[in-house]
């Protein structure tokens, strides 16, 4: 894939190369998901290698709203990563006469080009830049033509690619760029790639624990529930105990391993989960060979969901930190703020399911469900989870997609939404009404977000 790219990591590097050699203060602005945060950590590691003045803001996204609270006019050059391309018309309004580069793998809005601006999104080259790409792979790739990147930096890219969730081959592996990012962190001795059960976390958490936490694939009636995860394993006959010690993941034999992936499967199926989704459970795992196995990043997926809430908390500082390599202090802080975005999650699916049949607005092919006021930095995790708890209820009654929207005290509504059915493309059909209906909205084609105003709202629903 790196060949079809390469017009595009030449224009960047040039762009780059411009910054050291004027020596000019830059303003960087990412999202603040795992993607987001490992594209900034890797693009901040470029800029302090060249000497390049910057200042890093993490935003929601490239909203009319937030564009008019950065300090755009301040700087002369911009770079956008994990957004950006599917506003390209409102960046190159409000930031007129500016050297901007965006870093994307979101569908791109309508071809919008001038000449200061560099778009690195492999869209523009027929690559299904939403599962074949991160933002965070190709911020790596980028990097590595700049300078002699830093080989702690893969894993970041690839705790990235997990966090989009773009594990999308056989046996939820990696694909594209993500590969070979990845076959390049295994070839340096950086990243370990087994396939076995894909419980959260690494093999040295409790077992009983590792299976009520995980949520990709959503088990129903056992993730989340502890005291229901030890009846079923005593039902299939393993035990959740050695005498008095808890047992980990790690302890499992092989044979005993294949049986609880076997019974999870049938225990899915029950529950009315496709047997795509269930089988799910089984299949690629990939962990940070150098980290110590107590640590909560040496599962590369639980490291994705550690910077997931650290950005959703506004720990900015904390989730740079973790990525350039620093532990100790860092490491506590994060575990604090798993349990923090744990609360804040329980709280909101609670809310949902004890109102679901009231506090939700409903169209032809969509229903959303309603949070709390003002979190709209929780409704893409909530939706996510809703996707897989609901999936089958809600394509049984005739639904394609399915949102959680958070009403704003700007008099905004923040929308995430989930795909149901692969018939659809979220990122083209959200891109398609906000230019009808005069909101702003992208994404990709299985996850799409929105901000409208209310009165907008419920008009945008059912036209979903």
């Known amino acids: 894939m790196l060949s079809r790219l390469e017009a595009f990591l030449n224009h960047s590097r040039e762009f780059l190369m411009y910054l050291r050699e004027a020596g000019e203060p830059t303003l960087v602005v990412s999202h603040y998901d795992a993607d987001g945060l490992s594209s900034a950590s890797i693009f901040a590691w470029v800029l302090l290698q060249l000497d390049v003045p910057f200042q890093l803001v993490f935003v929601e996204q490239t909203y009319p709203e937030t564009l008019e609270q950065l300090p755009i ?45 560099i778009e690195v999104n492999p869209y523009l080259v027929g690559v299904d830049a939403s599962t074949q790409t991160s933002s965070s792979t190709l911020s790596y790739v980028i990097a590595s033509r700049i300078i002699n990147a830093d080989e702690h930096l893969i894993p970041v890219a690839i705790a990235g690619a997990l966090g989009d969730r773009l594990d999308v081959g056989e046996k939820s592996s990696l694909t594209g760029l993500n590969r070979e990012v990845l076959e390049e962190g295994k070839r340096k001795g950086v990243i370990g790639e087994t396939i076995s059960l894909r419980l959260f976390g690494s093999k040295r958490r409790i077992l009983v624990d590792a299976l009520a936490s995980t949520l990709d694939p959503y088990i129903p009636g056992l993730s989340g529930n502890p005291t229901a995860c030890v009846k079923f394993l005593e039902s299939i006959g393993i035990s959740p105990r050695d005498g008095d010690t808890a047992r980990q993941v790690g302890s499992l034999s092989h044979s005993e391993i294949k049986h609880l992936a076997s019974e999870l499967v049938k225990y899915m199926i029950s529950q009315g989960v496709n047997v795509k989704e269930a089988e799910k459970i089984f299949g690629y795992n990939y962990y940070l060979l150098r980290e110590a196995d107590s640590s909560p990043l040496k599962d590369l997926r639980e490291y994705a969901y550690v910077l997931n809430a650290l950005g959703r908390l506004d720990q900015y500082g904390t989730a740079l930190s973790l990525n350039f390599g620093h532990r100790g202090i860092f490491i506590v802080r994060a575990e604090e703020s798993i349990k923090e975005y744990r609360r804040i999650l329980a709280r909101q699916l609670s809310r949902i399911l004890e109102q679901k049949d009231s506090q939700f607005s409903s169209g032809q092919n969509s229903v959303v469900y309603l949070i709390d006021e003002d979190l709209p930095k929780i409704t893409g995790p909530v939706s996510s989870i809703l996707a897989s708890e609901f999936a089958h209820t809600l394509r049984a009654a005739g639904k394609k997609i399915v949102g959680v929207a958070s009403p704003l005290k700007s008099g905004k509504v923040k929308i995430s939404l989930r795909r149901l059915d692969d018939s659809i493309d979220l990122g083209s059909l959200l891109q398609k009404l906000a230019k009808e209906m005069n909101f702003t909205g992208g994404g990709h084609p299985a996850a799409g977000g929105a901000l409208v105003d209310e009165e907008l709202f419920e008009e945008l629903i059912k036209r979903l």
Do not use: C
């Open 73 to 117: 006019k301040d700087y002369l050059s911009i770079i956008f990563l994990d957004l950006g391309s599917g506003y390209k018309g409102l960046l190159r309004e409000l930031a007129p006469n500016k050297r901007i580069m965006i870093v994307d793998h979101h569908v791109p809005s309508t071809p919008d080009r001038w000449e200061q601006l």
